[in-house]
């Protein structure tokens, strides 16, 4: 199969020198990427600016922003089977980026922040996606409210869900704890284990859907 995966965080610039961005490593849709290879897919890698080297064997895109994301994806998807975005894509950009440093005055400085596309949530709208397709919802409170929301919302197929309250999983770390949720109804929760072993676990399940 060809499966598409986006990971690590977005930069949304300010200035020529500064940016806004998240926590995101990157480290959970790399270990995907790096599982679906093992496992004998084709994987086209999109991701964002992360510390770590794309798998062998991966199509890569390296991409800044979330508009940037939008667009690879929107040229990528058409010949993916599977989609999963991992990515931890900005929902705000600034409205007008400065042209030169912004210098330190007096007072408050005031940034006005629009709407980044959502990438996950045109898939299925705007890009027509009819394959296999897996988000990802980070949350620091009502878990599995938000996740079944994002994955009906989004229509997901599977919505795999994490805990980033807490400071042993998740951002940066290098072990998970996640849920699964499936479109049909379906809850799973995997216990806490390594990305490259999770990684492994959400490829399965997408193999075992897709065969059943
Ligand atoms: N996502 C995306 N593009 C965006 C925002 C999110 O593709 N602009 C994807 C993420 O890759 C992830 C899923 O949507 O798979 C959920 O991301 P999250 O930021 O948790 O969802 P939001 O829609 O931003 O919801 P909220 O702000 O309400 O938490």
Do not use: W
């Amino acid at each position: 199969m060809r499966i598409l995966i986006t990971a690590g965080p977005t930069r949304e610039p300010i200035d020529p020198v500064r940016y806004l961005t998240n926590r995101s490593s990157g480290k959970m849709g790399y270990a995907l990427a790096g599982a679906a290879l093992e496992a004998g897919h084709e994987v086209d890698l999109i991701s964002g600016p992360v510390n770590l080297a794309a798998p062998e064997g991966v199509h890569f895109r390296s991409i800044e922003t979330a508009q940037e994301m939008f667009d690879a994806v929107a040229e990528t998807i058409p010949g993916a089977d599977v989609a999963i975005f991992c990515a931890a894509v900005a929902d705000y950009c600034v409205k007008e980026v400065a042209g030169e440093k912004i210098k330190k005055a007096d007072g408050e400085l005031t940034l006005t922040l629009v709407k980044n596309p959502d990438v996950l949530g045109s898939v299925r709208s705007v890009f027509g996606f009819e394959g296999f397709l897996v988000g990802f919802a980070a949350e620091t409170e009502n878990l599995e409210e938000n996740a079944k929301g994002k994955l009906r919302r989004k229509s997901c197929d599977l919505l795999v869900a994490n805990d980033v309250s807490r400071s042993d999983i998740g951002f940066d770390q290098d072990e998970n704890e996640v849920l699964f949720f499936f479109a049909d109804g379906r809850e799973e929760r995997l216990a806490k284990a390594g990305k490259r072993e999770i990684a492994r676990e959400i490829i399965a399940r997408v193999e075992k859907a897709l065969q059943d």
